[in-house]
């Protein structure tokens, strides 16, 4: 798991972490050499034995106007030297060597005095011919690019049918007969079970001698016009009938219906009144819906079917008194979820591109499945940056050196960002059970009232001034609020009397360092939005490693980290350097005194 955490950091660091490392190298060598010069100029002679400021030799010196003075001690010296005697005696035996002008060397000597511009810029003249180099100059250069990488995620949801009885409403035609019940000679009524649209109705009244003949007898329902009938004298004068098949009377259950008799004298009440109806009328049934309840709600188009089994086999269930068949009533679904993969960071990898930062793009069910890769990809480029002129090679196009190396500005961040990457390591491998990274402890101090011992003070600490009476935890929280590495929760009170609070206690966030700090205040709270608990129960835990992807580091300001690591930083002074140097001339010195 440490190594897990130094990727992710790694992944997110490096690359800027790595770059303009040459000018790094080139600002520290010239940093070393500007050191040796103070050195010297702080060298101090006066700590050699046998050292002064007045030798001998300083008299043939005569402030530069004359050298006569070592003209005159020379022959002397030259007598008195075996070596001077040597060189003296064999000299003239061989034949004095005397520089030719004319020769090769001295005359390409001097042409490439005269002709260095040409030269340099790979110009041909009448002089000197320049023709390309073999051997291409290649530089490598990196790009990036962005691409989606794909990590789909495995979904199992169970499937339960739900049953649900409802009164479903259906028309039906209906039949009926019955009596109207005379109400007098040419009226009565009647009622029918069901609500509904009356269709068709016919009747027949029969009565012994109350009816003329010759009369045209109008039937009438509800005042709405049935049929006429003309009866016959002699023939079946004691009846009346009446029908109609092309009705559209509303009707209500049980509600009194009105038939009528008119155009014709009747003589008395009818003896039977018989009818027949037909309606279309509203009726229900129990009918069983079945919906079908998903334990993973809407599963999303991302998804797709893998495999599905049954853990409740089929069969008929009964329900409210009504019958439904199922043939599974439980089942279970794997899904695969996760956008469609495009590959288009497969091509990117075999060109040889390296991750160097993963945003997550798309999520389902707080699972990440799609990344927004950005790669840092190389791209290599050759050109004929020399030039052969005459015997020797120069640079024409000045990319050879560059004697104007810029500063790195980001090395305080870059330092600060592989820091908190092994530092990240560290505290997971602290941390096993956990699996978090910079966890922090809970401290608290306690306020005294003006006057008396105030253990929450912001100076002094270290120093034992009239805070020897507070708790070593108290002791360290006031070191590690001077050193900025503990983070305010709030305050509450301690302990109370007759309902008035006596003494109060803040609350604090302690954590190792001040890269701990900086990305708990900046990361968890300002961008995770993840607090630390309240006053009297602070959560000082550490950030899991999905908790650490999601910070955005630039967004961080390492400035108090920068500084620390550059006031550690062991760079020797100009102080030791010169006494390194005194104590390696003093042994040498020893050294050829023995």
Request: proline share 4%.
């Given at each position: 798991?440490?190594?897990?955490?130094?990727?992710?950091?790694?992944?997110?660091?490096?690359?800027?972490?790595?770059?303009?490392?040459?000018?790094?190298?080139v600002d520290f060598a010239n940093n070393r050499i500007a050191n040796a010069k103070n050195a010297n100029a702080n060298f101090n002679p006066n700590q050699f034995q046998h050292y002064t400021n007045n030798p001998a030799e300083t008299q043939y010196y005569q402030n530069g106007s004359s050298d006569a003075?070592?003209?005159?001690?020379?022959?002397?010296?030259?007598?008195?030297?075996?070596?001077?005697?040597?060189?003296?005696?064999?000299?003239?035996?061989?034949?004095?060597?005397?520089?030719?002008?004319?020769?090769?060397?001295?005359?390409?000597?001097?042409?490439?005095?005269?002709?260095?511009?040409?030269?340099?810029?790979?110009?041909?003249?009448?002089?000197?011919?320049?023709?390309?180099?073999?051997?291409?100059?290649?530089?490598?250069?990196?790009?990036?690019?962005?691409?989606?990488?794909?990590?789909?995620?495995?979904?199992?949801?169970?499937?339960?049918?739900?049953?649900?009885?409802?009164?479903?409403?259906?028309?039906?035609?209906?039949?009926?007969?019955?009596?109207?019940?005379?109400?007098?000679?040419?009226?009565?009524?009647?009622?029918?079970?069901?609500?509904?649209?009356?269709?068709?109705?016919?009747?027949?009244?029969?009565?012994?001698?109350?009816?003329?003949?010759?009369?045209?007898?109008?039937?009438?329902?509800?005042?709405?016009?049935?049929?006429?009938?003309?009866?016959?004298?002699?023939?079946?004068?004691?009846?009346?009938?009446?029908?109609?098949?092309?009705?559209?009377?509303?009707?209500?259950?049980?509600?009194?219906?009105?038939?009528?008799?008119?155009?014709?004298?009747?003589?008395?009440?009818?003896?039977?009144?018989?009818?027949?109806?037909?309606?279309?009328?509203?009726?229900?049934?129990?009918?069983?819906?079945?919906?079908?309840?998903?334990?993973?709600?809407?599963?999303?188009?991302?998804?797709?079917?893998?495999?599905?089994?049954?853990?409740?086999?089929?069969?008929?269930?009964?329900?409210?008194?009504?019958?439904?068949?199922?043939?599974?009533?439980?089942?279970?679904?794997?899904?695969?979820?996760?956008?469609?993969?495009?590959?288009?960071?497969?091509?990117?990898?075999?060109?040889?591109?390296?991750?160097?930062?993963?945003?997550?793009?798309?999520?389902?069910?707080?699972?990440?499945?799609?990344?927004?890769?950005?790669?840092?990809?190389?791209?290599?480029?050759?050109?004929?940056?020399?030039?052969?002129?005459?015997?020797?090679?120069?640079?024409?196009?000045?990319?050879?050196?560059?004697?104007?190396?810029?500063?790195?500005?980001?090395?305080?961040?870059?330092?600060?960002?592989?820091?908190?990457?092994?530092?990240?390591?560290?505290s997971v491998s602290q941390n096993q059970g956990s699996l978090t990274a910079f966890t922090g402890s809970s401290m608290s101090c306690s306020m005294a009232p003006i006057g008396f011992l105030n253990c929450c003070a912001n100076s002094g600490w270290g120093k034992d001034i009239d805070l020897a009476n507070?708790?070593?935890?108290?002791?360290?929280?006031?070191?590690?609020?001077?050193?900025?590495?503990?983070?305010?929760?709030?305050?509450?009170?301690?302990?109370?009397?007759?309902?008035?609070?006596?003494?109060?206690?803040?609350?604090?966030?302690?954590?190792?360092?001040?890269?701990?700090?900086?990305?708990?205040?900046?990361?968890?709270?300002?961008?995770?939005?993840?607090?630390?608990?309240?006053?009297?129960?602070?959560?000082?835990?550490?950030?899991?490693?999905?908790?650490?992807?999601?910070?955005?580091?630039?967004?961080?300001?390492?400035?108090?980290?920068?500084?620390?690591?550059?006031?550690?930083?062991?760079?020797?002074?100009?102080?030791?350097?010169?006494?390194?140097?005194?104590?390696?001339?003093?042994?040498?010195?020893?050294?050829?005194?023995?």
């Amino acid at each position: 798991m440490r190594d897990y955490f130094l990727i992710i950091f790694i992944s997110i660091f490096c690359a800027s972490a790595f770059s303009d490392n040459f000018s790094n190298g080139v600002d520290f060598a010239n940093n070393r050499i500007a050191n040796a010069k103070n050195a010297n100029a702080n060298f101090n002679p006066n700590q050699f034995q046998h050292y002064t400021n007045n030798p001998a030799e300083t008299q043939y010196y005569q402030n530069g106007s004359s050298d006569a003075a070592i003209k005159n001690a020379t022959p002397n010296a030259i007598s008195q030297s075996d070596n001077a005697q040597n060189i003296e005696t064999n000299f003239s035996k061989d034949q004095a060597y005397q520089v030719n002008p004319s020769a090769p060397e001295i005359q390409k000597s001097n042409l490439v005095q005269t002709d260095s511009y040409n030269i340099t810029h790979g110009i041909s003249d009448q002089y000197v011919k320049c023709v390309p180099k073999n051997k291409d100059h290649c530089v490598v250069n990196y790009t990036q690019k962005i691409c989606t990488s794909v990590t789909p995620t495995k979904l199992t949801c169970d499937v339960t049918p739900q049953v649900t009885i409802n009164n479903v409403p259906y028309q039906a035609e209906a039949t009926y007969t019955g009596s109207v019940s005379p109400q007098n000679a040419t009226s009565g009524t009647f009622t029918l079970p069901e609500s509904g649209i009356m269709q068709s109705f016919s009747v027949t009244l029969k009565s012994p001698n109350i009816w003329r003949c010759n009369s045209n007898y109008q039937g009438y329902l509800n005042n709405q016009y049935l049929s006429t009938y003309y009866p016959n004298c002699g023939r079946n004068l004691g009846e009346l009938s009446f029908s109609s098949n092309n009705l559209s009377i509303s009707i209500v259950q049980n509600q009194p219906i009105s038939f009528q008799i008119k155009n014709g004298p009747a003589f008395g009440n009818w003896s039977s009144a018989n009818y027949s109806v037909t309606a279309l009328v509203m009726r229900y049934k129990q009918v069983a819906s079945v919906t079908y309840q998903n334990s993973c709600g809407n599963v999303p188009q991302v998804c797709v079917l893998l495999k599905s089994a049954c853990l409740s086999l089929g069969g008929n269930k009964i329900f409210d008194g009504v019958t439904v068949y199922e043939p599974c009533w439980n089942t279970q679904n794997n899904y695969l979820c996760g956008p469609a993969d495009d590959h288009s960071c497969d091509s990117l990898i075999n060109a040889g591109c390296s991750s160097i930062n993963l945003q997550c793009s798309n999520t389902f069910n707080n699972t990440c499945v799609q990344y927004q890769n950005t790669m840092s990809c190389p791209t290599q480029t050759c050109t004929s940056h020399a030039e052969i002129c005459g015997d020797n090679s120069f640079c024409t196009d000045g990319t050879c050196y560059d004697p104007n190396p810029t500063q790195n500005k980001n090395f305080g961040a870059d330092e600060a960002k592989l820091a908190a990457a092994g530092s990240s390591a560290d505290s997971v491998s602290q941390n096993q059970g956990s699996l978090t990274a910079f966890t922090g402890s809970s401290m608290s101090c306690s306020m005294a009232p003006i006057g008396f011992l105030n253990c929450c003070a912001n100076s002094g600490w270290g120093k034992d001034i009239d805070l020897a009476n507070c708790s070593d935890e108290e002791k360290q929280l006031g070191i590690a609020r001077q050193n900025n590495t503990a983070i305010y929760i709030g305050e509450y009170c301690a302990h109370k009397v007759l309902g008035v609070c006596t003494a109060h206690r803040k609350s604090f966030c302690v954590f190792n360092g001040l890269l701990a700090t900086d990305i708990q205040s900046q990361g968890r709270l300002s961008q995770l939005d993840i607090g630390f608990g309240d006053a009297k129960t602070p959560n000082c835990s550490g950030l899991s490693a999905q908790e650490l992807q999601k910070i955005d580091f630039s967004k961080i300001d390492f400035s108090n980290l920068e500084a620390s690591l550059k006031n550690q930083a062991n760079f020797p002074n100009n102080a030791a350097v010169s006494q390194y140097i005194a104590n390696k001339i003093k042994q040498e010195m020893g050294d050829k005194n023995q």
